[in-house]
């Protein structure tokens, strides 16, 4: 009789083994230890009594940074490590209305007796908190940057507070002023870091964006990001902390995402900017959706300062009201149709020029002066041959040769044609591309229009 095989029972009556902090094997990454303390494999400690202080519980034990209360929590009240706030920044992240602003409001009022603060404010929403902790305001848009870096090395060394106003500015000079400011914190001599300071940015990504507008602003872009993500990586050691606010994970960049060791996540629509946050959170989709349905106000907090894993807050009300806060609906005036013409002036407008479809008369002038030209008829030869071969390009050696016209001749007609906008060239050499530019090339493309389905 064949022997029955039976398996061992200490293998078949294993219990999962327990996993500590220490252990080669514990997980590091949120997730996972949440997926583990769910199955009973992992064994924490309790979280410090500083971080969250349960109602009616013993005063927590003093800690070498000061504290100060965030908000509530379903187990009692957040409070913060201010410390560990500047040394590990922090990102506050929420939708138009999730209450990112009343946030950043109330750390800024809650750390001001115990830090100086650097506000910068693209939207003018700040002046009256900048009045509240008693800290100049200075309109980025009437100083130069070299200015701006100068009144930051001055903040640092005196210690400080500063609003910096980047309202009335084009997006290009807004990261221009702001990266000049930033960058004089930075560049503060070595004696004046452990003067420490609050960088509060709101919305920064008007300072930092993921994308930029198009190419001519690339550069600009490269500086917001560059400033920005060097002012996370290298502000701890000389006293800078920085607490950013934006809308959505994904209008900031992701290099000044990755600095921020503490989060406050609140409401999220988009599916992308659920899963980044999740990411963040160290939740699963399907978790990482509550986001959808966080009230105004509440958030997820995450990080040394906060809490090693995410708790929900809401946060306490600031002292100082919210200027950009939505306005109550209001309904329009009631007037005649007579009354309304006058309020708008309309009678006493100018009256339009009826359109001809012609060109007006500076470019009719422009026309003129090119047509008079002893070259336009070689021009116009050129711009004929490019139409022809466009998209494509061609050389010079190729047209003269194509036209039987002296090289020297044709480079002098191309010359005119780059004046009028006419061309795209490389600088003159032995051999140079030209072809048709890229507003004569939209205006002659053939391009088949499709559906979607």
Not at 18 to 41: E, H, K, Q, S
Not at 294 to 315: H, Q, S, Y
Not at 400 to 423: C, F, H, N, S, T
Request: aromatic share 2%; with cysteine.
């Amino acid at each position: 009789m064949p022997a029955r095989l039976h398996p061992a029972p200490d293998k078949a009556l294993e219990r999962p083994r327990i996993v500590r902090p220490g252990d080669d094997n514990f997980p590091t990454t949120p997730a996972l230890r949440t997926l583990l303390r769910d199955r009973g494999m992992i064994e924490e400690p309790d979280p410090p009594p500083a971080t969250i202080a349960r109602a009616g519980s013993s005063p927590a034990p003093s800690l070498k940074g000061p504290r100060f209360t965030l908000g509530k929590t379903p187990r009692g009240t957040l409070d913060v490590d201010l410390s560990r706030l500047i040394a590990y920044k922090c990102l506050i992240q929420g939708s138009a209305g999730a209450g990112k602003s009343m946030a950043l409001r109330h750390i800024i009022e809650q750390a001001h007796p115990h830090t100086a603060i650097a506000l910068l404010d693209p939207e003018a929403e700040f002046a009256n908190l900048a009045s509240h902790i008693g800290a100049p305001t200075i309109r980025a848009a009437d100083v130069a940057a070299d200015g701006l870096a100068v009144v930051a090395l001055n903040a640092r060394r005196h210690r400080l507070s500063v609003h910096l106003d980047l309202s009335d500015l084009s997006p290009d000079e807004r990261i221009v002023r702001a990266s000049a400011f930033l960058n004089g914190l930075l560049t503060a001599p070595k004696e004046h870091w452990p003067h420490t300071m609050l960088v509060a940015i709101d919305e920064a990504h008007l300072i930092a964006p993921h994308l930029a507008a198009s190419g001519r602003d690339a550069e600009i872009r490269r500086l917001g990001i560059a400033t920005l993500t060097e002012l996370c990586a290298r502000g701890r050691k000389r006293g800078l902390g920085p607490v950013i606010a934006t809308q959505r994970l994904a209008k900031l960049a992701s290099s000044v995402v990755s600095e921020c060791h503490n989060h406050l996540l609140g409401l999220n629509v988009y599916d992308r900017d659920v899963a980044r946050a999740g990411d963040l959170l160290g939740f699963p989709y399907q978790k990482a959706c509550q986001l959808r349905t966080l009230p105004a106000g509440r958030f997820f907090a995450i990080g040394p300062a906060f809490a090693r894993e995410a708790v929900t807050v809401d946060v306490a009300i600031a002292s100082t009201p919210h200027v950009g806060a939505t306005p109550t609906p209001m309904p329009g005036a009631r007037m005649s149709d007579a009354d309304a013409r006058d309020r708008l002036d309309l009678d006493r407008l100018p009256a339009a020029a009826a359109s001809d479809h012609r060109p007006d008369r500076r470019g009719r002038l422009a026309l003129s002066l090119f047509l008079l030209n002893d070259l336009a008829p070689v021009a116009g030869t050129i711009v004929q041959t490019l139409k022809r071969i466009s998209p494509n390009a061609t050389t010079t050696t190729e047209i003269a040769a194509k036209l039987a016209i002296e090289p020297g001749i044709v480079d002098q007609a191309i010359d005119l044609l780059i004046g009028e906008r006419m061309i795209d060239a490389l600088p003159r050499n032995d051999c140079r591309v030209v072809r048709l530019a890229a507003a004569l090339r939209t205006l002659i493309a053939d391009t088949p229009i499709v559906g979607l389905s």
